[in-house]
DNA sequence: CTGAAAGCGCTTACAG
DNA sequence: CTGAAAGCGCTTACAG
């Protein structure tokens, strides 16, 4: 049995499918025959009825729908993004459509043509390495786009993010503070805004501290190899002179610490450990782990806000807008 | 700028649009002129060209968009079935649409009621509490559906899940074969087949081995207050009569690890313990965990493969799939 | 080899 | 107070 169209509930009615229209979308109320009204709310809910959105959005141009395109969503940060994003946007009568790229960019040009086809309102990205030319054809086409997570530099779009340089740097300064010199860095051999402003934070720590950069403490990880890399990274690091590892990413931290809990090295004394995100394996840990929280929260309903806007309200100015982490302290340092 | 269409195409190409719908969708090739052909595809190419699934969507009443329906995205097991299905749905050509119901009936109905108005083409759900009516009504409406997780008894309805009965029997009867015999189950306070078969299985397993079933030793939690039951039930158990715990999910383990980890007891000679389902968290605990791992890959992929018969070919008949869990021996037991 | 026309399920300006 | 008609962007059976 077919689904129910305005054209049944019509025909049933013995009405024109345009008094339907009317009637179901409470439209003209006050010069529509109550009686008349009510025998067609009544038939359709006997039959059913469901709008067609399909049919609507032909119509109107519009789905109310936004793609989320995310590079993993199988990250605890991204998924907990991802569920923030999902209750903002049905709050505001949208729906969210999710895609994982996997770090790769040309999924993530797929995806967006994808979405595109599929005629999305608009796009939250968090955009994957070398996908800058993607993003910007996009853009071109005068899709409302925002970015999270991971800016993007010289280009002219609205980006919400976290201050990265500003918080390894104190995160950094808080290990310096605790009497720790000889720190080690891991972060993923990526082109990343997000991931080199971490660095340059860590760098600038030292700096200010005078103390010596060694380069060989900067610990670049295939991601794709993030387990066994930084399995190897530990075993090679001198751990009787490195006093302290900053993970500019918690996968990088969960993989270090699968390690660590097989090693006989007393935390925080002779290794203090501090990680950017968070994950439920922190907490299990021989000591719960110091580290950065991001403001997951204000930066996914800022970017549904921005975004909801930009949709129903175009030229608007661009807007980057950053908001900052704070550093949650445990037993790790 | 509008996005162009395929009347834009024709106009601009002085053809009709019927023809460029033919060339663009390579239908009668042999029998249009190579020429036209190709000046059709060049200006689509030049007019970046995207064709609209919406008005494709209402002329065939068919969207190749498949809904998953999860109780829980945050849950690691449910992101993991996410993506395995996302895979397979993409590489079948179907687009996967992600609703999370939170364990909450109503807001199941309304994912359901909002995705059937989008007119996706079929449901895969892992039902929750008291929703049976609700899927029946879904049913009723001819819908494609396939259950995956949890099961609902006497219910003529496609499903595919693991063997939680059998498994948990297996698992009990390890514990007490390795000298166990006062093993404490937690589980939550939830209607729930496939929880209810666990603490079945559990049952069985001691009464086999003549054990006396203990009620105190059944720990019912209330989901909502996962962390704060979890902590008070292991402060009010007797650690020093009860030798395991057996966890029947994956947060109740969470929650009780974070709470032994700060109390000093020998793992797994004082205590041992196994859970259902997988974590991050797991390998970084004092010791690894043995548990159970559910085969997730093959329950993910036959869902998929099963709902997309069903949508491409109605009258089936129903399968209830039951693919068998392993133990995963790690060193808690 | 190509095009005119109907129709998918809606909405809406217009006429009466 | 109600309805006929156009149109959103496609596909496709049919005619020529």
């Given at each position: 049995m077919k689904r129910a169209s305005i054209k049944d509930i019509a025909e049933k009615a013995g009405v024109s499918i345009a008094l339907v229209s009317y009637v179901l979308n409470d439209k003209f109320v006050n010069?529509?025959?109550?009686?008349?009204?009510?025998?067609?709310?009544?038939?359709?809910?006997?039959?059913?009825?469901k709008?067609?959105?399909?049919?609507q959005s032909l119509k109107s141009n519009k789905t109310n729908t936004i793609a989320l395109l995310v590079a993993d969503i199988a990250n605890p940060f991204t998924s907990q993004v991802a569920r923030i994003i999902e209750d903002e946007t049905s709050k505001r009568g949208y729906m969210l459509l999710i895609g994982s790229s996997d770090e790769n960019e040309e999924?993530?040009?797929?995806l967006i043509d994808l979405f595109q086809k599929r005629q999305v309102d608009g796009f939250i990205i968090a955009p994957v390495e070398n996908s800058e030319s993607i993003i910007n054809n996009l853009v071109e086409t005068k899709a409302p786009v925002v970015l999270i997570?991971?800016?993007i530099d010289n280009m002219e779009i609205d980006s919400i993010?976290?201050?990265?340089?500003?918080?390894?740097?104190?995160?950094?300064?808080?290990?310096?503070?605790?009497?720790?010199?000889?720190?080690?860095?891991f972060s993923y051999k990526k082109n990343l805004e997000n991931l080199k402003n971490r660095v340059e934070g860590y760098k600038k720590a030292l700096k200010d501290?005078?103390?010596?950069?060694?380069?060989?403490?900067?610990?670049?990880?295939?991601?794709?190899?993030?387990q066994s890399e930084v399995y190897k990274a530990i075993d090679e690091l001198n751990l009787m002179t490195t006093d302290a590892?900053?993970?500019?990413?918690?996968?990088?931290?969960?993989?270090?610490?699968?390690?660590?809990?097989?090693?006989?090295?007393?935390i925080p004394e002779e290794l203090a450990l501090v990680t950017f995100d968070e994950s439920e394996a922190?907490?299990?840990?021989?000591?719960?782990?110091?580290?950065?929280?991001?403001?997951?929260?204000?930066?996914?309903?800022?970017?549904?806000?921005?975004?909801?806007?930009?949709?129903?309200?175009?030229?608007?100015?661009?807007?980057?807008?950053?908001?900052?982490?704070?550093?949650?302290?445990?037993?790790?340092?």
């Open positions: 010069r529509i025959n109550k009686e008349t009204a009510k025998k067609i709310k009544e038939i359709a809910a006997e039959l059913n009825y709008p067609n959105k399909i049919a999924k993530l040009k797929q997570d991971r800016p993010v976290t201050n990265n340089f500003e918080i390894s740097y104190q995160a950094v300064n808080y290990l310096i503070n605790k009497g720790k010199k000889n720190i080690a860095i501290s005078k103390i010596y950069l060694d380069s060989e403490k900067i610990i670049y990880i295939e991601e794709s190899k993030t590892l900053f993970f500019t990413s918690n996968k990088l931290a969960i993989a270090a610490l699968k390690k660590l809990s097989t090693l006989d090295i007393k922190f907490d299990i840990f021989r000591v719960p782990l110091t580290h950065i929280k991001q403001p997951i929260k204000k930066i996914s309903k800022k970017a549904v806000e921005l975004l909801i806007e930009k949709i129903e309200n175009t030229n608007l100015l661009q807007q980057q807008i950053v908001y900052n982490s704070e550093i949650i302290i445990g037993k790790s340092v």
